[in-house]
């Protein structure tokens, strides 16, 4: 498993198996910079929400279901790193992510019928 943005996101959600977590903590541990980038993680979901040049909404649900091309994948990472903004965001979508994913939610069935019925007369692929 490569250390990547992604992986070092789903390692901190705790989405890894057991193997692969295992395996992206010894390589955390032997590389200063992942390490840096690990803290410098932890201080951006602590303190305040910063504005700026933040990625597209689309874009990071791509990037972080790895459905984002592999030819825009470098130049999305390079703007999470050379923006503390854009990280944060990529982060806490990451996180929310991951707990829409992890928990169990009732949808009141009012609503469900409304989403439905928006999904029925926008299509599928369309933009709501």
């Not at 955390?28 to 305040?48: F, H």
Request: charged content about 25%; hydrophobic content about 45%; overall charge negative.
């Amino acid at each position: 498993m490569r250390l990547t943005l992604r992986t070092l996101l789903a390692f901190r959600s705790g989405l890894l198996s057991a193997t692969d977590w295992q395996a992206l903590s010894e390589k955390l541990g032997a590389s200063p910079t992942a390490q840096a980038l690990d803290e410098r993680l932890d201080r951006l979901v602590q303190g305040p929400l910063r504005t700026g040049d933040l990625p597209d909404a689309n874009e990071v649900s791509a990037y972080l279901s790895n459905d984002l091309p592999v030819d825009r994948v470098g130049a999305f990472e390079k703007q999470c790193l050379a923006s503390h903004a854009a990280l944060e965001e990529t982060a806490a979508c990451s996180a929310a992510l991951t707990v829409m994913m992890t928990s169990v939610h009732k949808i009141d069935r009012e609503l469900r019928n409304r989403i439905l019925q928006m999904v029925a007369d926008h299509g599928a692929n369309g933009r709501l």
